[in-house]
């Protein structure tokens, strides 16, 4: 059983070298753990190497490629697509980049963040827990809008919930992966799941409506019923314009 580390505050004697070290050790660690699939022991050395690193702020995201988040090492599931590489600009004068030591320490930062949280998403999935999955997801798309892995677990973990909404962001993931898939086997995959979210979005969007509905009469007979009344004393009929009259029926 893996035990719970809890990782010096920032300010303390640890440098970002030695945290990024510290975070990688206990990465490969939850890798190992996750081969042998014991899924709770792989969660908490992540959220242990996590616990290393700085905490996410406003423009990382512009700092880390979708080639840098790629994770070599990591948990793998079903179907799932790496990050797609970019090309880099070429740089014009290295002399800006002489803060290329401390900058070059936070983007890896960065993509150790990135791939950390998708790994614990990786276990939530294993472990049959789609919300915190999601929620891992997208802590990690924060660091790597287009960190493929993460978004694929998201949109199977969100397909999995089976809400209006969920569905909703599954079929938003799959259409970003879509856009993004490196081949056409992989691109035809991804329309199937299209295709077959579609009439489970109409259903659920159908049933959770009729549900809402169903409340608000509730309780709008609770109400009424002060007064001897309730919501079928009133009906509703399309006025030919566009709208609906009410009439009042004893």
Not at 6 to 26: F, G, K, Q, V, Y
Not at 161 to 169: P, V
Not at 199 to 210: L, M, N, V
Request: net charge negative; glycine share 6%; with cysteine.
């Amino acid at each position: 059983m893996a035990e719970e580390i809890t990782a010096l505050p920032l300010n303390e004697s640890l440098d970002i070298e030695s945290r990024l070290r510290e975070a990688n050790e206990r990465k490969a660690e939850g890798n190992q753990y996750f081969r042998e699939e014991k899924w709770n022991e792989a969660l908490v050395v992540y959220r242990s190497a996590l616990g290393f690193l700085p905490p996410a702020s406003e423009g990382d995201a512009e700092k880390q490629s979708t080639e840098d988040a790629e994770d070599t090492d990591g948990p793998e599931l079903t179907g799932e697509q790496k990050s797609i590489p970019t090309t880099s600009e070429p740089q014009e004068d290295r002399t800006r980049l002489d803060v290329n030591i401390e900058s070059d320490k936070e983007k890896e930062c960065v993509k150790a963040r990135a791939i950390l949280n998708a790994n614990i998403a990786a276990c939530h999935i294993k472990l049959g827990d789609h919300k915190l999955a999601v929620e891992a997801c997208s802590k990690a798309l924060l660091d790597d809008p287009l960190y493929l892995k993460a978004l694929h677990r998201r949109a199977t973990s969100n397909e999995a919930l089976d809400s209006w909404t969920s569905l909703t962001a599954a079929q938003e993931d799959y259409t970003v992966l879509l856009k993004h898939s490196p081949s056409s086997s992989r691109s035809r995959e991804l329309e199937a799941k299209l295709n077959q979210l579609k009439p489970r979005i109409e259903a659920a969007q159908k049933k959770e409506t009729s549900e809402m509905l169903d409340k608000l009469k509730g309780l709008g007979n609770s109400i009424l019923g002060n007064f001897g009344l309730s919501t079928n004393n009133f009906q509703f009929e399309p006025n030919g314009q566009g709208g609906y009259s009410m009439n009042f029926v004893r």
